[in-house]
């Protein structure tokens, strides 16, 4: 398995001072992911815990929707001239009568750490019906767990703690337990090894769950949500305008800037719980 952190020599300026100091940083590095031994994408990720990436992918692109539809996951040679496993490569082998999506289309599935959109030919591309809704799901998240969310997600992160350069994202149930957190450079590969944890232990769809995010509800992990049905997701920065018009139209609970009791809900206000917080009186529109 690759490394997670490296650590570099660096130009320490603080003011008038100068000097030098070791610097841990977060590794990234290239995993391609095959499919039945053919070349499906390239995602630049943070080494570790790339089986669920890989599964969680496939879930989100509405490749398979349970661990029934995987029968192994390996790593395979790497592109060194010797041929030695570099831990960068990965063959994913549906099981009999799965269905293997044509990846000679119009998409593009090379992600980077920053867009895990990038390359979709149109929004049609990347607008998968998912194989459940979640406009019915009747959980309930009151406010007060809602505020603890974010430093229990903080907390977990032993990797940012080292580096301060990683994205989370965390799975909680409505009684604010945190069951399970993925870091990674980019945040949509963060959900994506959280939403692959689920389908490998066959937790699919997460019903009554919200997933909680470190930076901020792009329009991809709005989507990556639904896939996994998935009820409400929160983050702790903004959202975007697509991200709420996809949460509004499927039923989704999007909450943004998500920071100590303060919050915005966007879409799916019928989810949060208002009796524990002690909301100010707004003034009338002037």
Same mark, same amino acid.
């Given at each position: 398995?690759?490394?997670?952190?490296?650590?570099?020599?660096?130009?320490?300026?603080?003011?008038? %001072?100068?000097?030098?100091?070791?610097?841990?940083?977060?590794?990234?590095?290239? +995993? @391609?992911?095959?499919?039945? !031994?053919?070349?499906?994408?390239?995602?630049?990720? %943070?080494?570790?815990?790339?089986?669920?990436?890989?599964?969680?992918? $496939?879930?989100? @692109?509405?490749?398979?929707?349970? *661990? #029934?539809?995987? *029968?192994?996951?390996?790593?395979?040679?790497?592109?060194?001239?010797?041929? &030695?496993?570099?831990?960068?490569?990965?063959?994913? &082998?549906?099981?009999? !009568?799965?269905?293997?999506?044509?990846?000679? /289309?119009?998409?593009?599935?090379?992600?980077? &750490?920053?867009?895990?959109?990038? !390359?979709?030919?149109?929004?049609?591309?990347?607008?998968?019906?998912?194989?459940?809704?979640?406009?019915?799901? =009747?959980?309930?998240?009151?406010?007060? %767990?809602?505020?603890?969310? =974010?430093?229990?997600?903080?907390?977990?992160?032993?990797?940012?703690?080292?580096?301060?350069?990683?994205?989370?994202?965390? /799975?909680? %149930?409505? @009684?604010? @337990?945190? $069951?399970?957190?993925?870091?990674?450079? !980019?945040?949509?590969? #963060?959900?994506?090894?959280?939403?692959?944890?689920?389908?490998?232990?066959?937790? +699919?769809?997460?019903?009554?769950? *919200? $997933?909680?995010?470190?930076?901020?509800?792009?329009?991809?992990?709005?989507?990556?949500?639904?896939?996994?049905? $998935? =009820?409400?997701?929160?983050?702790?920065?903004?959202?975007?305008?697509?991200?709420?018009?996809?949460?509004?139209? &499927?039923?989704?609970?999007?909450?943004?800037?998500?920071?100590?009791?303060?919050?915005?809900?966007?879409?799916?206000?019928?989810?949060?719980?208002?009796?524990?917080?002690? =909301?100010?009186?707004?003034?009338?529109?002037?």
């Amino acid at each position: 398995m690759g490394r997670v952190t490296v650590r570099e020599k660096v130009l320490r300026i603080r003011g008038g %001072t100068v000097g030098s100091r070791v610097d841990t940083l977060v590794v990234e590095e290239p +995993l @391609e992911i095959r499919l039945n !031994g053919k070349a499906l994408t390239v995602t630049m990720r %943070t080494p570790g815990h790339d089986f669920d990436l890989a599964a969680g992918f $496939l879930v989100s @692109e509405g490749v398979i929707s349970s *661990a #029934a539809d995987i *029968a192994a996951i390996r790593y395979c040679a790497g592109a060194t001239a010797d041929g &030695s496993n570099t831990y960068n490569v990965l063959d994913v &082998s549906l099981a009999p !009568g799965v269905a293997v999506p044509d990846m000679t /289309l119009e998409r593009n599935f090379y992600t980077t &750490s920053s867009c895990g959109l990038c !390359g979709k030919a149109s929004l049609e591309a990347v607008t998968t019906i998912a194989p459940w809704t979640v406009a019915e799901d =009747p959980v309930r998240f009151d406010v007060a %767990t809602l505020a603890a969310m =974010p430093d229990r997600l903080r907390d977990a992160q032993r990797v940012f703690d080292r580096t301060g350069g990683l994205h989370a994202a965390g /799975l909680f %149930t409505p @009684e604010g @337990e945190l $069951l399970a957190v993925r870091e990674d450079v !980019g945040r949509h590969n #963060a959900v994506d090894k959280l939403v692959g944890w689920a389908v490998r232990e066959d937790r +699919l769809p997460l019903r009554e769950h *919200a $997933l909680m995010v470190s930076g901020r509800a792009s329009f991809e992990l709005a989507q990556k949500a639904l896939m996994a049905g $998935l =009820p409400m997701l929160a983050a702790v920065s903004a959202p975007s305008s697509l991200a709420v018009d996809l949460a509004a139209d &499927s039923g989704l609970t999007l909450v943004g800037f998500l920071r100590g009791t303060s919050m915005n809900v966007y879409a799916g206000r019928h989810r949060i719980t208002l009796e524990k917080a002690s =909301p100010t009186p707004m003034a009338a529109p002037g």
